[in-house]
């Protein structure tokens, strides 16, 4: 089964994100394009592959709450 | 190539869920499985078909002979969608979805694949010697193959 979680961006430095998921935080690797703070992404393998609205992303995660 | 190679790298992309969700599989395996995919190396058959029993059942469906690589890129290039749309809602599956595109940048060992007309996204590469044109096949944040 396949599923994509949208995580937070807490904290930037350089070219590294840290990103909050329920229950724990992940750094990933901003590739290229303006990353801010409260910005919702998906992450795969370290890095970070794309952003999503913020509506997006709570979708999302509700999907995620209703699936579980 | 080996279908047990061939049907890692296409199962890979979900099995971080099967270490943070699911909890069917641990970090160490998880990493022999990242190593398998990096090195082209097969892991064993009965080991896979335990752990990614779900598709690995879709398989079965489609033919008896389920290890045949045109067996496993039939499912998850034409059957993968309809099979997580049974259980997934859109928003979740979007990613998870095996579509055809287009390499369009290269930031170091990442590239930037384009999908359609809106779905652009960042990705790793699974095959050698990727460059900027390549035709791919994506899941979620990997290009698997060049078609």
């Known amino acids: 089964m396949c599923l994509a979680m949208p995580g937070k961006i807490v904290k930037i430095t350089g070219d590294t994100a840290v990103i909050e998921y329920p229950g724990q935080t992940r750094e990933a690797k901003i590739i290229d394009g303006e990353y801010s703070v409260d910005d919702y992404v998906f992450v795969s393998a370290q890095i970070i592959v794309q952003k999503l609205t913020k509506e997006e992303a709570l979708a999302t995660l509700k999907e995620w709450e209703n699936a579980a | ?147």
């Open chain 2, 1 to 147: 190539m080996l279908p047990e190679v061939y049907f890692l790298r296409y199962a890979f992309t979900c099995a971080r869920v099967l270490v943070d969700y699911k909890k069917t599989i641990t970090e160490e395996e998880w990493k022999k499985m990242q190593e398998a995919v990096e090195n082209g190396a097969p892991m064993d058959r009965e080991y896979l078909e335990k752990v990614f029993s779900k598709p690995i059942g879709e398989l079965k469906k489609i033919s008896p002979d389920y290890w045949d690589i045109s067996v496993i890129r039939e499912y998850f290039w034409n059957r993968h969608e309809e099979a997580i749309t049974k259980t997934l809602p859109p928003m979740i599956k979007r990613l998870c979805v095996v579509r055809k595109g287009k390499l369009i940048a290269q930031f170091g060992d990442v590239f930037k694949a384009k999908i359609g007309e809106n779905d652009i996204r960042n990705v790793n590469t699974m095959y050698p010697g990727p460059k900027v044109g390549d035709t791919v096949m994506v899941h979620y944040g990997y290009a698997v193959e060049k078609v």
